[in-house]
Each structure stands twice: as C-alpha cells, then as structure tokens.
C-alpha cells in the first residue's frame, strides 16, 4: 500500500514532476495532493506512476509522458511525433502577427504540433491561416490541437512548397521554424533532443539546406511586399541573411529572443 506523501517521499524525481505525474495519472489537482496526501492510491495507479517515473529517469521528456505542452498561454498536445514546443518560438508568432496585415494570409510550413498556426488563428481571427507538414502522424496531432482549441486553420500534406492539395493563391507571410541542427552536433544524442523526431530537428546536412529551399523559391508563394520569416540557431543568423539575399530578399534582418541570442530572420518580397 502506498499513500501520495508516501510516494512523494520514496520517488527520486525532482518533486515538482513527481507531483505532475501523480496529477497526470491520478487526475488530482495541486491541492486536492496537498489536502489528501494520506489518501491510498489503487495499485494500478502505482504501477502506471512507476512506469512513467522510470520513464523519465531514462530521460523521457516531461512533454512526451504527460502529452502536453503550454505554449502561449494554451495547452497543446504533443506526442514524439512533434518537437517539444518551447518558449524561443514565441518570438516567432509574435513576429508573425505583427507583420501580417488585416485579413491577410499566413503560411506555415513544417507545421508540426500546429503551435505556430493555430496560435496566429486564434489571435488573429482575421487571418487566413494555412499550415503544411511533410508527416501525416505531425498534421493528425496539429489537426487535434486545431479542434481542441477552436482554431480555424487549413493543414496541407507535403514537403516545403510540394503540398496536397496545391497552395496556389500568393500568402503575406511565409513562416517556418524548420530542422537546423547540424547532422554531426553532439547536441542530437543529449537531453530531451534524443527522443525528439530527428527529422524535424535536423537535415541531415549542414543545418542550412531548410532555409536553401525555403528562400529559393519563397517569391512564388509570397506576394510582393509580403515576409518570409524563420526561426533558427543563435549561430546561424549570418549564413541566413545571405541566403535570403542571394534569393533576393530585401529588409533581411535578425531579431534576438529574450534572451539576447539571435533567433529569427525575416526578409520581403521586392
């Protein structure tokens, strides 16, 4: 027999994910715990928190065991089949709302968990929002969040520009946070990055090919006047601008996160 205080006590978690735990599988609130710490829990129940505490001591990610993620203020569901969504991406909605212009059009490739979209459609209802992802297990779960959140957003099958169906009609901003870890960074086999899809962390090249393709061929889906705007790795802000001006892209600067590091580039359509 084992009480909440009791395995509390004995779990080896930090308490704060030991109590998120108790909460993901008890369903209990933070002071129904505090209250109730003496209640007995069922031992199916242990088994499961046994299961997830070993879990997490492999390294699993918080995200992946309790299956969501707050990002902007909403709770998002995650599986590893999306990226964990984090802070830094922040930057890049807000960015996005701030250049979209009244009843514009956004597109957000590589869409993943749909943070990006679903987020712009729910602070700008008077957007039109579209959002592609080259992995129908990553749209299924952009389309749930989509559903559980009351956006209204359109999801599109396909890698970059090549989506099912065709995004035919010019957008105002062109958004992406796509992979661009390098294939040889020692950081791909370290923390929460071991279990995250690898296919949206990294190209398997050099870190840049992402932004290669996007900036290549980004004036025919951007309107004239209209913004590509990425997000990217605090070393990464150089190599980027000088792909979007090989493309040529003008107004190619970089804005830095709360943190002082440089994390999106953005240029427009001559």
């Avoid at 003008?250 to 001559?270: K, P, S």
Wanted: glycine letters at 8%; proline letters at 5%; hydrophobic letters at 40%.
């Amino acid at each position: 027999m084992s009480t909440i205080r009791d395995w509390l006590l004995h779990s080896p978690l930090p308490k704060l994910e030991a109590r998120m735990l108790l909460q993901c599988v008890g369903g209990f609130s933070r002071a129904y715990l505090v209250a109730h710490d003496d209640e007995v829990l069922p031992d199916m129940m242990v088994w499961q928190l046994n299961d997830m505490q070993q879990a997490r001591l492999d390294g699993v990610p918080m995200a992946y065991l309790l299956g969501e993620r707050e990002f902007y203020g909403r709770v998002f569901q995650v599986t590893p089949a999306v990226l964990i969504p984090r802070p830094e991406t922040e930057l890049l909605v807000e960015t996005v709302m701030q250049y979209l212009p009244q009843g514009g059009r956004v597109w957000d490739v590589g869409t993943g968990s749909g943070i990006i979209a679903i987020t712009t459609a729910l602070e700008r209802s008077d957007a039109q929002v579209h959002a592609s992802d080259i992995s129908a297990e990553a749209l299924d779960i952009a389309r749930n969040n989509t559903g559980r959140l009351g956006a209204q957003v359109a999801f599109h099958l396909g890698s970059w520009y090549a989506v099912e169906p065709q995004q035919n009609e010019l957008v105002d901003v062109l958004v992406s946070n796509p992979p661009y870890i390098h294939k040889d960074d020692g950081h791909l086999q370290q923390g929460d990055l071991r279990f995250e899809p690898q296919q949206a962390l990294t190209d398997f090249d050099d870190g840049l090919s992402a932004y290669r393709a996007l900036a290549a061929e980004c004036t025919q889906h951007v309107k004239p006047q209209g913004w590509l705007m990425v997000e990217h790795g605090f070393e990464q802000a150089a190599d980027i601008q000088a792909i979007f001006q090989t493309a040529g892209l003008q107004q190619v600067h970089t804005l830095q996160d709360h943190a002082g590091l440089d994390r999106i580039t953005l240029g427009q359509r001559a």
